[in-house]
């Protein structure tokens, strides 16, 4: 499985971006979503998707981002909105397989914020 990723960029605060994610292969995932990595810093979940339409998103993001995934094309977006500077990070593309619950990760996508 192979993801690429796109979007990103540097925006002022407040302002919006969109990422997405295409996954190679016809492939059924459990799992499809978005990590992220500020400098200094852990990765940590930004949001994810499970096969059920079910959402996790972290407590910094909720009601500014939105994750949506599309099965038919194996596609993850994030629409982030209202965007802060403490949203500035490396942005990952995740996904899991289902029933092997493997772990596949994209490159990373930069996105600045600035005040």
């Known amino acids: 499985v192979q993801l690429q990723a796109s979007g990103g960029g540097s925006v002022r605060t407040g302002g919006s971006l969109r990422l997405s994610c295409a996954a190679s292969?016809?492939?059924?995932?459990?799992?499809m979503g978005w990590f992220r990595q500020a400098p200094g810093k852990q990765r940590e979940l930004v949001a994810i998707?499970?096969?059920?339409?079910?959402?996790n998103y972290a407590d910094s993001v909720k009601g500014r981002f939105t994750v949506s995934r599309d099965n038919s094309k194996s596609t993850v977006d994030l629409q982030m909105n209202s965007l802060e500077p403490e949203d500035t990070a490396v942005y990952y593309c995740?996904?899991?397989?289902?029933?092997?619950?493997?772990?596949?990760w994209g490159r990373g996508t930069q996105v600045t914020v600035s005040s």
């Open positions: 995740y996904v899991q397989r289902a029933i092997v619950m493997r772990d596949y």
């Open positions: 292969g016809s492939t059924v995932f459990y799992k």
């Open positions: 998707e499970f096969s059920d339409g079910t959402t």
